[in-house]
């Protein structure tokens, strides 16, 4: 029976469809196939449901649950990227390769010498055919420093000389930036750094390893506030993202901001808006304590568009003013004015009145627009708001479908989706206002597609909605148009917390951020992240300021 009925299915053609010239039939034949795509999905879902009441089941007996395991064919998981689909196809092109030796630094030289005895008595020496071979040598640079010492009678004063800069501490510029360099760049866990360290005949302790990584690391953190200083300054837009962290066992979250200059990471309890508007008011950890607040017009035309109740936003016209509050204040305010203020409507009051004093901030660069996906917290923000393309799409692949006329419509719409998402590619190489109006006009076509699939019409219905958030491109050439560069360096983060679970202390927890954010912003400027890590702990400072260079490549 259940083979029959796949096969009636398959054989509802596009044809067949359109064929019926009874309007009531093909409407009939529509509801059918969408009564048994609504019988698939409640199925799917309880199914679901059904195998996590049995785990739980199974669980309370003392036993364990369905494994997950995932299937050998990677056709079968649900795959939503959209790699393939949005990648513009590329002709055959000759390639300019880079050879690799001409990358390779040469240490020395070294002849190779043949012997005379196995040659020809006729044989003459013509050139030379090079090889270049790279290696590597680990070994100890230990130092015995003899400092000198004077001692003044007239002062009754002892003077020792200095190591030179990097040595302090009993361990040199080296190993301090090779420690660095494994922890965040190559994400070694500090175990497996020890390991290394000892392996290479150096004596250290575990928490001399963990010293290093996290103390005395101000200079660090001052070098990332200027990063994100200059890479909010750098760009009309700025890129966000965030993913999960543990902190002492806690669950909390790692926010990454960035733009083709800078990338920075800021860990958090929560990520609300007052956190999201926190980092891009300061550019640091600073708990609450960087935000200001103010009730003004803007701030009362916020709490309209929170929902607030109306009479609590008449209330608050009593306090209507130009005068920023701290924290300490605004708190104060509600705590006396407004003691029965349940949690929601306190939260939108802050989120109001920290959002109409971010937008007047002088001291700091106020970003006009944000490119994320469609998480509430990022929305107000911003002056303007940039949806990801590629995120939307992944909406469209997670559609399930189990009748084929249905799979079909789907596989079609995306293909048409991705076009569209190629001409906007087009356009950014060469805007023009005539091309935009032709894109808006063909976005409206295309995000009024009615294919009879109720998922996928209300996919599209939704899609059209955010018209004006996801086209701002027309308007501002150089945004991107997806949110890839914070997802990627999102799973750096990722990567860390496989790797090391979670940081214990505050200090960890912050230089975790500090040594990330410099790492991937090195990578952006094309710097070798340990020849930065041994120029700042040396002194040399032959490397400029990291906020220079983004500044400097930004305007060039």
């Not at 070994?139 to 003077?159: G, H």
């Not at 560069?485 to 940081?503: G, I, N």
């Amino acid at each position: 029976m259940g083979g029959d009925r796949e096969k009636i299915l398959r054989n509802i053609s596009d044809e067949l469809v359109a064929g019926v010239r009874d309007d009531a039939a093909r409407r009939a034949i529509l509801a059918l196939l969408r009564v048994v795509e609504i019988d698939a999905e409640t199925i799917r879902q309880l199914k679901e449901e059904n195998q996590k009441l049995r785990d739980e089941n199974n669980r309370l007996k003392g036993e364990q649950g369905k494994p997950n395991i995932r299937p050998k064919n990677k056709n079968k998981s649900r795959d939503v990227s959209s790699e393939r689909e949005r990648k513009e196809k590329k002709g055959n092109r000759n390639r300019t390769r880079v050879s690799k030796k001409d990358q390779v630094k040469v240490d020395r030289t070294e002849v190779c010498e043949l012997d005379r005895n196995q040659l020809p008595a006729d044989a003459e020496f013509k050139d030379y055919a090079e090889v270049t071979v790279q290696d590597l040598i680990i070994a100890t640079d230990n130092v015995l420093f003899r400092k000198k010492i004077y001692y003044s009678k007239s002062e009754n004063k002892t003077y020792t000389a200095l190591v030179p800069a990097g040595y302090e501490g009993g361990y040199g510029p080296n190993i301090k930036a090779m420690v660095l360099m494994l922890k965040s760049a190559c994400n070694m866990s500090e175990s497996k750094i020890l390991d290394f360290l000892h392996n290479s005949k150096i004596i250290i302790s575990a928490g001399t390893v963990s010293n290093m990584l996290i103390k005395n690391k101000e200079e660090f953190h001052e070098e990332k506030e200027q990063i994100v200083r200059a890479g909010l300054e750098a760009t009309i837009y700025q890129q966000i993202d965030d993913t999960s962290a543990r902190v002492n066992g806690e669950n909390q979250y790692t926010q990454i901001l960035c733009n083709p200059y800078y990338t920075a990471y800021f860990t958090f309890e929560h990520k609300n808006r007052l956190t999201i508007l926190e980092i891009l008011r300061t550019g640091k950890e600073e708990g609450g304590r960087g935000l200001k607040y103010i009730f003004n017009d803007e701030a009362f035309g916020i709490l309209r568009q929170l929902r607030v109740a109306k009479k609590i936003i008449d209330e608050l016209g009593r306090f209507r003013s130009e005068k920023e509050l701290c924290k300490e204040e605004i708190e104060q305010l509600l705590s006396e004015h407004f003691p029965f203020l349940n949690e929601i409507a306190r939260t939108r009051i802050l989120e109001a009145t920290a959002i109409a004093s971010y937008h007047q901030e002088e001291d700091y660069p106020v970003i006009p627009i944000l490119l994320c996906d469609d998480a509430p917290q990022f929305k107000l923000l911003t002056e303007f708001l940039a949806l990801c393309w590629v995120h939307e799409g992944r909406h469209y692949k997670k559609l399930s479908p189990v009748v084929p006329y249905n799979v079909r419509r789907l596989g079609g719409f995306i293909t048409r989706y991705w076009e569209y998402y190629r001409k906007l590619l087009g356009y950014k190489r060469a805007p023009s206002q005539e091309q935009s109006a032709c894109l808006s006009e063909e976005f409206d076509r295309l995000f009024s597609t009615e294919t009879g699939y109720d998922a996928l019409d209300e996919r599209i219905a939704k899609t059209k909605a955010k018209k004006e958030n996801m086209l701002l491109v027309l308007k501002y050439p150089e945004l991107p148009l997806h949110n890839n560069a914070s997802e990627l360096a999102a799973r750096q983060q990722a990567r860390k917390r496989d790797v090391s679970l979670h940081t214990i202390v505050p200090d960890g927890t912050r230089a975790n951020d500090t040594f990330l954010s410099i790492v991937e912003t090195c990578k952006k400027l094309g710097i070798n992240c340990y020849d930065y890590f041994l120029d700042r702990i040396s002194r040399l400072s032959l490397i400029p300021p990291l906020a220079e260079m983004i500044t400097a490549k930004s305007t060039s």
